[in-house]
Every structure is written in structure tokens, then in C-alpha cells.
């Protein structure tokens, strides 16, 4: 294949253009703001479980307090309907009164069993009333980092994705003064190697794998065309030749 020097030339800027292109994907990929949220978020979402499961235990807590409330009001009510016909005199008979009064007595112990398992319970929805409003705090807390971070992180995005655009931009226009045959040549090799297609040779040394020419290749090198596209004998990337070339 042959395409003019300054052809072979532009296909470095084009291949500048790339890997400065391949760059900013790292770049967009590696921001520290990725791991940041990966972070926050499975906090948050461990946090937001246990403030569901905080809540559901507060609202069960809220039914055992309403129902042990309505026992002791029924016990109450009891015992007062039980002290209206003691009062009343109603009741005659001693084993009747002695029967009466020993019910009293014992709605009067079962009111007071009931009433302090309505303070145990009602203890108990305090301190899970704490641990939801503390849950809720954190979670809140949590949320207001995870809102930094999401608009750092799309900060950052925009501004890399601002300069994707003028560099791909740029690269169109480069690489529409290349030789279509070239630029075939060159995507191809870039798939296969990596990301670079062209290189420099720069010293002896191609500037794709680093390594220096054998004298036998150089010399092939130097005897080519200036019009001749070369390759690289050690990783077959076309080889632009400069007047750093070292030939």
C-alpha cells in the first residue's frame, strides 16, 4: 500500500486523537465519584431495611398497645359495674357480697397485671420510636450524600463528555483527509492492537511496542519509498516514518 508522507503523518494524529479518546473513557469509567456511590448506596439501602423493619415493629408495637389499653379499660369497666352493685346495696346475700367482693379484688390484681404490661409495651414503642426517628436521621443523612456525589459525578461526566465531543469532532475532520484505504488499514490494526494502529518510528525504536528495529528491518525501512506504507516486523502496526526516524 502507498499513501503520500504527510498522509502517514496525519494518521499520528488521528492516532493521538484516539488514544486521547480512549483516555477520557478510562477517565469517565475511573471516577473516584463511581465507587463513592457505589458505597452510599449500599449503605442506604441497608439502612432503609432496617428503618422498614424499625417501622413495621413500632406500628405492631402500636396494636399491642391499643389492645392491652382496651383490656385494661375493660377490666375497669368491669370492676366498676361490680363496685355499683356492691354500693348499691343491691346484693343481699353474705355469699353473694363475699363472691362480689372477691371478684373486685381480683379485677383489681388482673387491672394491675394489665397495667404494667401496658407500660412494658409502651416502653418498648418509646425505644423503637427512637431507633425510627435515629433511622431516619441516618437515612436522611446518607440520601444528602448520595445527592453530592450524583451531582459531582455528573459534573464530571459532562465536562469529559464535553471534551469527547470536541475530539471526536476533531478526529472526523483529521481523518477525512486520510486515504480511505489507509484509514481501513489503520481501524483494523487498532481492533487488533489494542487501541494503536500507527506508530511512530522514532530513534530506530517503534513507539508501538517499544521495541528497536533489527538492522536487517532498518534497512528495508530505509530503502522503502517515502510513499510506501511500512509495517512493524514485531507487532505489525504501520510504522510512519518522521525525520526523527533515526534512519
Known amino acids: 500500500m502507498n499513501a503520500a508522507s504527510a498522509d502517514q503523518i496525519r494518521l499520528l494524529d488521528v492516532q493521538a486523537l484516539d ?13 473516584p465519584e463511581h465507587a463513592e ?3 452510599l448506596n449500599a449503605d442506604l439501602a441497608q439502612l432503609r431495611d432496617l428503618l422498614v423493619a424499625a417501622q413495621t415493629e413500632e406500628s405492631d408495637t402500636a396494636r399491642e398497645q391499643t389492645k392491652a389499653e382496651q383490656d385494661v379499660d375493660q377490666v375497669r369497666q368491669r370492676a366498676a359495674r361490680d363496685q355499683h352493685r356492691l354500693d ?5 346475700s353474705p355469699k353473694d357480697l363475699e363472691n362480689l367482693q372477691h371478684e373486685i379484688a381480683s379485677l383489681a390484681k388482673r387491672q ?3 397495667e404494667d404490661i401496658v407500660l412494658e409495651v ?3 414503642r418509646e425505644s423503637v420510636q427512637e431507633r425510627v426517628g435515629e433511622l431516619t436521621e441516618r437515612v436522611g443523612s446518607v440520601e444528602a450524600k448520595v445527592s453530592d456525589a450524583t451531582g459531582r459525578r455528573d459534573a464530571a461526566q ?6 469527547v465531543a470536541a475530539v471526536t469532532k476533531e478526529r472526523e475532520v483529521v481523518a477525512a483527509a486520510v486515504p480511505a484505504d489507509l484509514m481501513k488499514l489503520y481501524e483494523k490494526l487498532r481492533g487488533q492492537q489494542g487501541g494503536v494502529g500507527a506508530a511512530r518510528l522514532y530513534q530506530r525504536r517503534c513507539e508501538g511496542c517499544r521495541q528497536e528495529l533489527a538492522i536487517t528491518e532498518l534497512n528495508e525501512v530505509r530503502a522503502a519509498a517515502p510513499d ?5 516486523e514485531n507487532c505489525r502496526r504501520i510504522l510512519v516514518r518522521t525525520p526523527e526516524s533515526g534512519l
Not at 488514544?19 to 471516577?31: F, I
Open 19 to 31: 488514544l486521547r479518546l480512549t483516555q477520557l473513557a478510562h477517565k469517565r469509567r475511573s471516577l
Open 112 to 114: 394491675g397485671d394489665l
Open 88 to 92: 348499691s346495696g343491691a346484693v343481699t
Open 37 to 39: 456511590l457505589d458505597t
Open 158 to 163: 459532562q465536562e469529559i463528555d464535553g471534551e
Open 122 to 124: 409502651m416502653e418498648r
Open 228 to 232: 510506501e506504507v511500512v509495517r512493524c
